[in-house]
């Protein structure tokens, strides 16, 4: 063998290794997954979105929808309807709302909300609002709370605000300074009541409500409530049901009660821990996962009250025992027309979760894998168009 | 470009000559220091691996993965046989880097500019004398700095070098070792980088979207000053180092959905690092002894401030780190073929941090370990027991966790049935484990001081088979093989607590690793060029049975491929070195939910390097330029964290 010869062989080899290692193809967008769960007739409700919202910095925030005639529940239904929408839905997604015809998603990490066509969940447009968190609409008006607002002197006491948006233009109209780290909101009347948390300047939270006169979209007063608000429901009795995610020590986890027509606390729940809540008619359901880091356990509970008589109905709306297969109950909804209840399981939050159906005597009916950490559920008049 | 100088340089006839081409070291199976055999890079070997970082170089070992989160200031972590990086203990100069608040070593931030070897060991090293620690984790890598060697009359040795390339990456070093006296020199290394770590990226999707974008706030300033001195003594030697390590970088931070350059960034964490160690090695007859020091203060500063990236949260936080290690290893040979070992290490560990809440919490940990090794000729066997104890302390009542005792043994085995050596069967099981961090147990909110250990217990089976020839094209063959069985045990994972922003720690993992590690090394001389070629391969299959009641028990861990491999070709013909390394990593899942939403794509590097030396007298010259992801690949390694496409580094360096 000549010397030369294997220095040949050994550049073809090479050449053909860097050949065999230049291309790669390019990623598939991931397609819906299609579940039989089983159909029923919802009257008016075609179906309801469901909203995942992904682990913080992973981007996964994803879209499910159910349909009631078809009784197919759909996984991940965004990124293949908007292939060219960069980067899909985003990082964790933290509110979800149909306004007209228009779906609306809350992005908290990607500091943006989505707008997309209802019937088809095609993107329309964007707002870009830094650290957004919660959505509520009136009069062609959309309300977006973040916490975001300006930092003055000292950075660790930086106030959020609500950003009032034009519902067709998709254009930020004007924004009201709040308390901190603000969280859901009511509208009652041409007030709007929004939960100030605190929850970054622990240990030292906020514990007020913030009212905003929406003529002059200025603030009104504050409300002193307690510690680290997060949820708020109105009920038809003009009073807001104001969740205290207390300090997760000493200060437990408890409900208020405002009533509008004083602006004051007229009631404190002690005994009604609240995770979350939803209200069907008189009915508010509620469910709470409280952690305490003193015990280092979580305390899981479940309530229906009624909002007339502000008296716990019972504590298990689930009835068949299924309760137990949660690991993290992280989102409740109650269809409206058949009164059906529905719980979403974050399980451990880095993978799938899942929504478990139930009758209104709280027997399971179906249930679903979803995406990650499943939170908001709203219901739909019309259809998602294929 | 590339292609053509490499066919150039295949093609084109050589110069007459008839030079003696230097030994080069193949990345290869070391012999065995005493049983447990290694993966060690070394040398000229290291040097061309168009590597900046250790963690850059360890990529090309078997069995291993490294985390990377992109750029030249994003975290480097080494996971070795899925066991999880607080696992490996990595030892600088023979004594441990410390970690206590997270157990990371962050591998991009040594510097390959001065070592001389890295080594990796599975299970643990088996040298003569060696302290408790080098007993007490689940697999452990060796970085070893240069000792001054001083040739002929030399009195002193300098070498200066000026790299740079893409990402506006400067990067200047000076090595200055000095004979001191007769038994007495010492060595001075510094280095200083900066990288504006900006690089452009693409992701895109099949009939969809296809988007550019440029990475932003990954800058880094680093600043490395090191001063050793070596000494001999009658039968034995000691070295002492004084080490400083200042750093300022950037966080890119997760590439996610946002309106095109409308937030940016900001966090920014500043490092101070020192250390001084040193340590005596002694021998009287066949007693051995080795004592050593080590002191060391670490300071993190991280700031994540809304006036500059108005999406963020305040954060502005400082953790100070201190440690302090005194060891005392002796052996005694009873016979040629039979010792003994005792080893006694006392560690204390400090973590000062202004948290809400905090309770300043520090560790003592004691670690004896007893160790015994038969030598025959066909036949090699080695047994330890290692004991720990460990006793944290809280400046706040009740708040510390409860102290601790664990034994834990190791059994090698060595078997070489032929007389000519070629080939060499092993075996080992090794049962260690890890302590929670002091986050783990106590950093404010996420913290859980009721956490036990994480334990791993290994099997491996393996083999070496070794050839040498003087003459023909083929030097040197040698194989490896390995198979595997790990258990990791009370896997200390974070769960949530309520809600995304709350998260706590809690022993709840269980997971099975089944592997295979094989190698294959070869040095080949054709007329006037030699090559070495290295190829490794892995297997992995990880999987988490934590909850046989999840619907994704048994699915392979998150960020673990199935296979991966690395090829590296090094040719040297004349005074020119041309050098290609090749990495794959094949698909995995980003979570143990192993569907279509976590699925990651494999990626593959190809690197290239050609260098030449250049003699100026007494003086030696030395440039190299290296072409990094030639195909401009753009891949990620985790999760969201884009890495760099095609980049170049030239480095030019001076001898005397």
Redesign the interface.
Known sequence: MKPMEPIRYLTCILVAALLFTGCREPEDIIPSTQTGVGSGDAGDIAGFFLLNEGNMGSNKCTLDYYDYATGIYVKNIYAERNPGVVQELGDVGNDLAIYGSKLWVVVNCSNLIEVMDAATARHIGQISIPNCRYIVFKDGYAYVSSYAGPVETDPNYRLGYVARIDTTTLQVKDTCVVGYQPEEMVIVGNKLYVANSGGYRVPDYDHTVSVIDLDSFKELGKIDVAPNLHRMELDAYGNIWVSSRGDYYDIKPMTFIIDTKYDAVVEQLDLLACSDMTLCGDSLYVYSNAWNNFTQTSDVNYAIVDVKTRQVLTRHFITDGTENWFQNPYGIAVNPNTHEIFVTDARDYITPGKVYCYSPEGRLKWSANTGDIPSRIVFTHTPLLR | MI?AL??ML??T?PPDSTEVLSESVVTAFRPPDKIIPAQTLQGERLERLNALSVADAIRYFSGVQIKDYGGIGGLKTINVRSMGTQHVGVFYDGIQLGNAQNGQIDLGKYSLENLESVTLYNGQKGTAVQSAKDYASASAVYLQSRTPVFSGRKRTNLKATLAGGSFGTVNPSVLWEQKMGENVSSSLSAEYLYTTGRYKFT???????D?TAVRQNGDVRALRVEQGFYGRIPDGNWRVKLYFYDSERGYP????????G??RHEDRQWDTDFFTQGSLYKEWGDWHLNASFKYAYDYLHYLS???LD?????V?NRYRQQEAYLSLAQSWDIFSWWDVDLAGDWQFNTLDADL??FVYPSRHTLLTALSTSFRWTHLKLQGSLLHTFVDDNAREAGAAAEHRHEWTPTAVLQLIPFDNKNLTFRAFYKRIFRMPTLNDLYYT?IG?K?LKPEFSTQYNVGLTWDKHWIRG?FRKLNVTLDAYYNQVENKIIA????N???W?MVNLGLVGIRGVDAAVGTS?V????S?DLRATYTFQKAQDFTDPQ???YGGQIPYIPWHSGS?V?G?DYGRWHLN?S?IYTGERY????N???NHA??????DLSLSRNFALGRHELKGTLEVNN??N?QYEVV??YPMPGTNFRLILSWIL
Request: glycine fraction near 4%; proline fraction near 10%; charged fraction near 15%.
């Open positions: 292609l490499l066919l295949a093609l006839p992701y895109s999707k099949r009939d969809g979207y988007t931070g997760a590439f996610v959905r946002q309106e095109p409308k937030f401030d809304p006036r108005v999406s963020t949260m305040y502005d809400v809440n909110f859980n009721y094209v769960t949530p607590a309520s995304q922003f709350q706590t080949l054709l007329g006037p060029a090559a999840s619907p994704w090829f070709a040719i290609y090749f980003e979570a143990v939910a569907i279509p939403e794509q494999p990626w593959y590097t190809s030639i195909f690949q999760q969201c």
